[in-house]
């Protein structure tokens, strides 16, 4: 599938072909930080299929594990664009936020599950409001 995508302001765009059905959500607690989400949303794209057009800033972030990953999102307005090995780029597991066709990438497996907030496995259940900005949340 040809997708297209870009960082919030503009500054980095891409161009892509990836499998659909390889999209996945990860609940992984360095995930949930760098992302600021109770999980992130991504799908890879070989580096030979991947057009990138702009200046990625990147972070490296060594897991508990050892494992290190390279970071890349825009150094104006911070959107996370993809992670990939540092050492070996050969794939860029692309973050779904900033692809335009991201309605039609539909996760199909999530992993670690165990450091998932238990509410965000399922959230029906939880007011939707459509069409409207959402009401000021002030403390108690």
């Not at 959500?25 to 995930?31: A, G, K, V």
């Not at 930080?33 to 800033?57: D, H, M, N, Q, Y």
Request: proline share 8%; net charge positive.
């Amino acid at each position: 599938m040809k997708i297209e995508g870009r960082c919030h302001c503009g500054a980095i765009s891409f161009e892509a072909d990836v499998d659909p059905d390889k999209v996945a959500l990860c609940h992984c607690t360095d995930c949930q930080t760098i992302s600021g989400a109770p999980f992130r949303a991504s799908v890879p794209a070989p580096a030979e299929k991947l057009t990138l057009r702009g200046t990625v800033k990147a972070y490296v972030k060594t897991a508990d594990s050892g494992n290190k990953r390279l970071h890349g999102f825009c150094g104006e307005c911070g959107s996370a664009i993809y992670a990939t090995t540092p050492d070996d780029q050969r794939v860029f597991n692309l973050r779904v936020g900033a692809i335009k066709q991201r309605a039609e990438l539909v996760p199909k497996i999530q992993g670690w599950c165990r450091s998932a907030m238990p509410w965000a496995m399922d959230i029906r259940g939880i007011a939707q409001v459509p069409d409207k900005k959402l009401p000021p949340m002030k403390p108690d």
